[in-house]
Every structure is written in structure tokens, then in C-alpha cells.
């Protein structure tokens, strides 16, 4: 099973949206609607953003949300803040397996 | 709190094993599937496989299907990831994942990671 496939870049200035694609298949992202979403700085674990598809944990701003559409899913972050910049993985559930996105780094410009 | 704590970098030489621990505090271990997960320098996040440890039942990601091994202590509330046939290609960062049994591939919390460094 290959990687879900996420742009390499996004960037906006602050106060913009920036919207991360993440491409999969009716086998993964089209088949469940277990698709969760990843925020990494430099050095960092990963720290979970949205999961299941479009639910927030406690902690995380409204400013991040997340959809899908067939076998592709979108997370959005409005009123971008200098604290976004960060590389963006999405993933998601693939029957036994699960699988991550190339992954996104996002600039605040 | 809810924490999950690794063991430390490892160097091996190529062709060896590493294992790597994975210990949760502030947490019922049992309610939790633990994935392990890897990064390569500068490379995006791997899924290497998960294990659930009330039932001790692993699956692997094709890629590391023959290599890997995942297991759990229950009473030591530790799982374990052990890769073998090291290789330069397997220098990464691995973290091990807590993933709620109630939700769905959501991984929360992440270890801090182990470096793990293969050079002859």
C-alpha cells in the first residue's frame, strides 16, 4: 500500500486559509471515515489535530477543521498564526493496516 | 497524565536487531492499541504496525511484514518493537502511538521518539 498523497507546500499570510489535500483510495480514505490529521514542528513528535474525519480533541482551536469527499480529505486552518507553520500529515484507517500522507509544510508568510 | 515514555537512542551496526520500549503511566494500558511509527531525517511518517495488548494480537505494514515484531506487557503496561536486519536505510526516528480503543486510528499520545542510528 502506498503513501496518501498531500501537496508538498501550502503557504498563506496571516489571517488567510490554507486548505491540505490528502489523496487516497475506496480502499483507505474513501472506505472509512477514520481519516485523522497530524501537526509537527521541527524536532517534535507528531501531535493529533483532527480524527475522524472532522472532530476536534479538547485543546485544539476551532480554527482547524477537517472534511472528505470520496477518497479525498481536506483539513483547513483560518486565521492562519504564525504558530501553524509546521509540517501537516494526514492518515488514515485501511482495514488492518493504517497509512500516513506525504506530508505538507505549511508557511505563514 | 497521559504519557508514553521510550527507551533511549540506540547505534547499531547493519545486519543487527534493535528493540525499542514503550512504557504508558497515567493511562489504562489495556484501553489502548499502541502503533509504532517511523521517521526517516527529513522523510514524512511510516506505519510499521500496532498491537493490542488486552488480546496480544499484532499486524504489520507490508513493508516491514518479515522484520518487525510488536509486543506488549501487560503488567508492565510496555510495549516493545523490535526490527531486524538492520540496514543504513533503517536510521529514523521511531515513536510508539497511543490509539484509543473507543475512536479509530486517532494517535494520541506520541512517545518522544528513539533515534535509532545503523552504521557500520
Known amino acids: 500500500q502506498s503513501a496518501l498523497t498531500q501537496p508538498p507546500s501550502a503557504s498563506g499570510s496571516p489571517g488567510q486559509s490554507v486548505t491540505i489535500s490528502c489523496t487516497g483510495t475506496s480502499s483507505d480514505v474513501g472506505g472509512y471515515n477514520y481519516v485523522s490529521w497530524y501537526q509537527q514542528h521541527p524536532g517534535k513528535a507528531p501531535k493529533l489535530m483532527i480524527y475522524e474525519v472532522s472532530k476536534r480533541p479538547s485543546g485544539v482551536p476551532d480554527r482547524f477543521s477537517g472534511s472528505k469527499s470520496g477518497n479525498t480529505a481536506s483539513l483547513t486552518v483560518s486565521g492562519l498564526q504564525a504558530e501553524d507553520e509546521a509540517d501537516y500529515y494526514c492518515s488514515s484507517y485501511a482495514g488492518t493496516n493504517s497509512l500516513f500522507g506525504t506530508g505538507t509544510k505549511v508557511t505563514v508568510l | 497524565q497521559v504519557q508514553l515514555v521510550q527507551s533511549g537512542a540506540e547505534v547499531k551496526r547493519p545486519g543487527s536487531s534493535v528493540k525499542v520500549s514503550c512504557k504508558a503511566s497515567g493511562v489504562t494500558f489495556s484501553n489502548y492499541i499502541i502503533s509504532w511509527v517511523r521517521q526517516a531525517p527529513g522523510q514524512g511518517l511510516e506505519w510499521m504496525g500496532r498491537i493490542i495488548p488486552l488480546l496480544g494480537i499484532a499486524n504489520y505494514a507490508q513493508n516491514f511484514q518479515s522484520r518487525v515484531t510488536i509486543t506488549a506487557d501487560k503488567s508492565a503496561s510496555t510495549a516493545y518493537m523490535e526490527l531486524t536486519s538492520l540496514t543504513s536505510e533503517d536510521t529514523a526516528v521511531y515513536y510508539c502511538?497511543?490509539?484509543?480503543?473507543?475512536?479509530?486510528?486517532?494517535?494520541?499520545?506520541w512517545g518522544q521518539g528513539t533515534l535509532v542510528t545503523v552504521s557500520s
Open positions: 502511538a497511543g490509539d484509543p480503543r473507543s475512536v479509530v486510528n486517532a494517535f494520541d499520545p
